[in-house]
């Protein structure tokens, strides 16, 4: 990719761009994305309620292009050029941090893959409108369960261990200390993820409104 | 009493472009021997365990007590130094490799000046005026030198650099040491005058962006460099000093 | 005459600094060493380097530490250089600070100094217990500046053969080989600045590098270069033994308070720590109340020397005695020592800071070497400059502790400029040298090598010359020299040379043969050798780390003069020349007294 003049810095700024778009845009996206599909669990009206809010904001292509395609695309296409530049050692040299690295980028392409066949199906597959019915329909295929079980893990890893890679590339957290501390509280975002893709999915699939209670 | 004997394998390659051979060797067993005692006892009889002959090893070591950096190599498939490498500790057979990130010279022999290069490129030295008598260098805290201290204990062995994932024929990258080195320059009261210098030549083709993370340097750093510490905080610089020049042309 | 040119052979500390001020004239210097300098062995150097700076209100000078040299010298050392290095040390310091040296502070941000061997002061600045590799490293950074300014041309992987001669027996440049395409090549140049280090390996086991052959020193000696003291043989009280290596615990463990000692009871079988305070013989401090475990090193090796061997209270099982710093806090381990007791605990798999060290002698250091002037560190050969531990000329019959380190860079500084002057001052330079004088240097040393590599029927195994060269110095021409085993000594050499005539080079590559460079030293060790026993057979005295029990005593109506060693045609030749004791008198040198 970026043939970067051999002295320049576009490489430096390029890396810190796709470093920087995993988070914002695309972390903040994925959080914000599995928060409204929450309202899957409290019930069908809210969710289609949020989902119909979501699905007409003005300019809804050129918004989506460009906090979220051209982002994703970059951070994607330029995170498997990055992953081409090195050499994963990890079965020489089985450290935890190093299977980190290895599983960072496997997942980087699971996500890819999963999100572009979930782009495909939910967004630009049928009507570009998306209800709960629908989405229930297509949960009730168990493949499309497992597909998006894989896919909101993969992506979950990946956010968590990359805001533990951010931290530390950033310099924010130096000490081993407050890298410690960030690997924790990137564990705990991508569990915390994980956990709410699962029970998003579960709800579709058994049509089940755990947080229902609240709205009465 | 039949002596104690263990088995020694070694790759073996006499010139860059020549095939790879392994060699076996059965060594007499004494107390506290090292992996440079294995070296000098086959060196004193080369003949291989089948009673081939063949030629002395050839390898790095200078000071044997790990401070030199010279010894580095692969053994048991761990990057470590050879003088502190204890026969007691390893397991058998044991297995001894070059070093796989640099150009191969010959045996266990690789030519690591890129690292030296690397360290020129980086500005990484404190520009005093000259060697006259200029009287007293700058006050230092305590905690700096303290700080600093461990940092400027690096042998330039390159075990960081083999095994990071980032180091490698295709990625220029300077590695951990580097790094590290640009930080402990950056923290001198002196050195800190011309930190710039050193944070942009970080910010070129393989300069500290191409850090990953995988964190195996620190791990394979036999002088406990605290690197991921380095990494960070010179990231950190790196980034702040990218955003102060481009904003406000500082 | 265009720029002068001006070749260093050596990167330690003294080759570098003697770099730095021929590049900082201005002059491009072209550096050799056989392994990159930064891996050069002052590296190994861990307690610290001497200048009286007088930080702690003690009343210190440099007269002081200039008295405290030539009397811990036992008053051979050439006495104005000496003062000169004295007063140049604070100056080196603050120099060495400047160039980032990671020194040990104060609260206040000064300097730290830590107390010494030999010495009632606390003179010596440290940087943990890895000094030499510190200083080592600031200087290594700024020779990388010159070179990334073009002003210094490294030739590392690069050993030194021979000087280039010319019909008036001046030096026109030097003849050396690479170690990776094993080429053999001349390079002119108008002065040479030699900067080899020490010469531990020729006693097999040292506390010195793999590098450390002399074979360079030899090499000059055998083209001409007067040798001085070769006999003055530092052999350092507390070693690590090792089949390798012994690995040294610096003096500066006994100087943070570190303890020898033995248990009362020989044969007491109980670990150290085991063993109660009042079960336990400070022998040091019993027998020198004064300076206690910080005597001179010559002392103190002595002393161990006697518990173990002649009183038999040495350690079960092998010959060692403790050195015990179990009762510092621990903190101020980690912070000063730490470098040290790492080596320890790394080696022999015991922490120090629970159990007491076991340690025992080790050769250690040469005060001599090649003859330089007392003013110019120049050799008796026009264009030879050397600075270092191989030269002779500031530690007399006994180095102090952290006087090194300042000689190499004291050194260092004088030779750059005076080879610089020289040059100048040449009235004809290399460039007008016929090609046909380096040519000649270069076939003989072509040929040398060829006929080791075409020698198809030798026997005999260089390491194993060189183990018996080694056994056999470190038996008769350390700690203690009886004529007897000298003259043995000597027979067994004149046996070992004539063997190294039939010597099999089991490698006849021609890439990276490190066996060939091997056997190469080896030949110019067994020269070097002879001239340590032969000067140490003639000196029929005791002084300093010359210990004769035939000649207990110094004889300065006899043996106040430095040994030359000189080489012709095959034959060694002692020498003699008086000692310039201009500015203190010699006085009996006694470190028994009362505190
Ligand atoms: C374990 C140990 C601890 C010590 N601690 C202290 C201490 O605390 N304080 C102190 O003052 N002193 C100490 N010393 C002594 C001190 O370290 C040395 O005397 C000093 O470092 C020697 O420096 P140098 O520059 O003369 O040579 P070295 O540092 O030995 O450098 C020699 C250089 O010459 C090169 N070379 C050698 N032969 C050739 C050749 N044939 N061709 C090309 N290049 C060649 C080598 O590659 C190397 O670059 C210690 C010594 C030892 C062994
Ligand atoms: C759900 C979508 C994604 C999110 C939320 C996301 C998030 C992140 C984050 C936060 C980082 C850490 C940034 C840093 O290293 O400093 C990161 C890094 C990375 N991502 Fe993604 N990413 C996503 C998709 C992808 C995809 C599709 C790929 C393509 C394979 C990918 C490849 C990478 C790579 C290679 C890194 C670099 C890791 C490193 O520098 O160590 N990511 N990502
Ligand atoms: S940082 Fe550690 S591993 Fe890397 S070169 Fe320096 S001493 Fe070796
Ligand atoms: S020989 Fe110097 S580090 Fe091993």
């Known amino acids: 990719m970026p043939a970067a003049a051999p002295e320049s810095k576009t490489g430096y700024i390029l890396d810190k761009l796709q470093s920087l778009s995993g988070v914002v845009p695309i972390g903040a996206y994925l959080v914000d994305h599995l928060w409204s599909n929450s309202y899957a669990l409290v019930s069908i009206e809210k969710y289609n309620q949020v989902s119909g809010e979501l699905q007409t904001v003005p300019w809804r292509i050129g918004v989506e292009a460009a906090v979220l395609w051209i982002p994703l695309l970059f951070h994607s296409l330029y995170g498997m050029y990055i992953w081409s530049r090195g050499k994963s050692n990890a079965l020489s040299h089985p450290w935890m941090s190093n299977w980190m690295y290895v599983l960072q980028r496997w997942t980087g392409l699971l996500a890819f893959v999963f999100i572009g066949w979930h782009l495909y199906t939910e967004r630009f597959g049928g009507h570009g409108v998306t209800r709960y019915a629908g989405v229930a329909q297509d949960m009730t295929n168990p493949w499309y369960v497992i597909a998006y079980l894989v896919g909101v893990t993969a992506c979950s890893f990946h956010l968590g261990n990359g805001l533990w890679n951010f931290a530390c590339k950033w310099g924010i957290a130096i000490t081993p200390k407050a890298q410690h501390a960030a690997a924790w509280f990137g564990a705990a975002v991508g569990v915390g993820c994980t956990l709410a893709g699962i029970v998003v999915v579960l709800g579709f699939h058994y049509a089940w409104f755990p947080l229902g209670g609240y709205v009465q | 009493m039949a002596d104690k004997t263990f088995i020694v394998r070694i790759k073996r390659q006499q010139r860059p472009d020549e095939s790879v051979r392994w060699e076996e060797y059965e060594l007499r067993y004494r107390p506290h021997m090292n992996v440079i005692i294995c070296l000098r006892d086959i060196a004193e009889k080369p003949f291989t365990r089948s009673g081939v002959e063949s030629t002395p090893v050839s390898y790095d070591a200078n000071c044997l007590e790990e401070v030199c950096g010279a010894c580095a190599m692969l053994i048991n498939g761990t990057a470590r130094q050879a003088c502190t490498a204890l026969v007691d500790d390893l397991e058998k057979p044991i297995r001894l490799e070059p070093l796989t990130k640099f150009p191969l010279v010959r045996d266990l022999v690789v030519d690591r000046s890129k690292m030296f290069e690397d360290l020129k490129r980086t500005h990484c030295w404190i520009p005093i005026d000259g060697t006259y008598d200029i009287g007293e260098g700058p006050r230092m805290a305590p905690s700096v030198q303290e700080k600093g201290y461990p940092l400027s204990r690096c042998i330039t062995c390159g075990n960081c650099l083999e095994v990071c994932p980032k180091v490698n024929q295709r990625d220029p990258f300077v590695g951990a040491a580097i790094v590290s080195q640009v930080r402990l320059f950056n923290m001198h009261p002196t050195g800190a005058m011309h930190s710039a210098e050193r944070l942009e030549a970080l910010m070129l083709p393989g300069g500290i962006a191409d850090c990953d993370n995988a964190q195996n340097c620190v791990k394979a750093c036999p002088k406990g460099i605290p690197l991921t510490e380095s990494l960070a905080a010179v990231n950190g610089q790196v980034l702040v000093h990218a955003v102060k020049s481009w904003l406000r042309g500082e | ?595």
């Open chain 3, 1 to 595: 005459m265009t720029q002068p040119k001006i070749i260093v052979v050596g990167g330690g500390l003294a080759g570098l600094m003697a770099t730095i001020r021929v590049a900082e004239s201005g002059i491009p210097v072209d550096l050799f060493s056989i392994v990159p300098v930064k891996r050069s062995h002052s590296v190994c150097a861990q307690g610290g380097i001497n200048a009286a700076k007088n930080l702690k209100g003690e009343g210190d000078s440099t007269w002081k530490h200039f008295d405290d040299t030539i009397y811990g010298g036992d008053f051979l050392a050439n006495q104005p250089l000496v003062k000169g290095m004295c007063e140049a040390a604070p100056a080196i310091i603050d120099l060495l600070d400047r160039m980032g040296v990671m020194f040990n502070r104060t609260p206040e941000g000064l300097l730290d100094f830590r107390r010494f061997g030999g010495t009632l002061y606390n003179r010596t600045a440290f940087a943990g217990a890895t000094t030499g590799q510190q200083l080592l490293y600031a200087l290594d950074e700024q020779v990388r500046r010159f070179e990334s300014e073009d002003k210094v041309k490294k030739f590392e992987g690069w050993t030194f053969l021979s000087v280039v001669l010319d019909d008036g027996g001046v030096c026109r440049g030097i003849c050396g080989m690479d170690l990776r395409t094993m080429e053999i090549r001349t390079f002119p140049c108008d002065a040479a600045i030699f900067c080899t280090g020490g010469i531990g390996v020729v006693f097999g086991r040292s506390t010195n590098s793999v590098v450390c052959t002399g074979s360079a020193q030899s090499a000059l000696f055998q083209q001409g270069v007067y040798y001085a003291n070769g006999e003055f043989i530092q052999v350092h009280p507390t070693a690590i033994p090792g089949e390798d290596k012994c690995r040294l615990m610096s003096e500066s463990a006994r100087g943070e308070g570190g303890r020898v000692w033995v248990p009362k009871q020989a044969g007491d079988k109980r670990a150290g720590k085991d063993i109660p305070e009042n079960e336990r013989f400070y022998f040091l401090e019993d027998w020198y109340p004064k300076y206690g475990n910080l005597v001179p090193r010559d002392v103190a090796t002595r002393a161990i020397h006697k518990i173990v061997f002649e009183m038999k209270m040495g350690l079960v099982g092998e010959p060692a005695v403790y050195l015990d710093v179990t009762h510092i806090p621990r903190e101020t381990l980690d912070r000063k020592l730490e470098g040290i007791l790492e080596i320890y605990e790394k080696f022999v798999g015991v922490d120090p800071r629970e159990e007491p060290m076991k340690v025992f002698p080790a050769m250690h250091y040469t005060m001599g070497g090649l003859w330089v002037d007392n003013q110019n560190q120049a050799t008796n050969v026009p264009g030879i400059y050397a600075a270092g531990e191989c030269e002779y000329q500031y530690h007399g019959a006994n180095r102090l502790g952290a006087n090194s380190l300042v000689s190499c860079i004291y050194g260092g500084m004088l030779a750059g400029p005076a080879a610089v002057r020289y040059a100048r001052g040449l009235e004809s330079g290399c460039e007008n040298v016929p090609g046909a004088i380096f040519e000649r240097e270069r076939v003989r040393q072509q040929d040398i090598t060829d006929a080791l590599l075409n020698q198809h029927k030798g026997t005999e195994n260089p390491i194993t010359i060189w183990r018996e060269m080694g056994d056999i110095m470190t038996e008769n021409v350390t700690v203690i020299r009886y004529n007897a085993n000298l003259q043995k000594t000597l027979v067994k050499l004149d046996e070992l040379s004539e063997r190294f005539t039939r010597i099999n080079l089991q490698d006849r590559t021609q890439w990276a043969n490190q066996t060939l460079n091997f056997v190469r030293e080896l030949g110019n060790m067994l020269i070097l050798a002879r001239v340590i026993t032969m000067g140490a057979l003639a000196r029929n005295e005791t002084r300093g780390a010359h210990y004769k029990p035939d000649f207990p005593e110094r004889d300065d109506a006899n043996w106040l003069k430095t040994t030359k060693a000189s080489y012709n045609d095959g034959n060694i030749q002692l020498e003699y020349e008086p000692v310039d004791t201009s500015l203190l008198q010699p006085r009996e040198r006694k470190y028994t007294a009362k505190a």
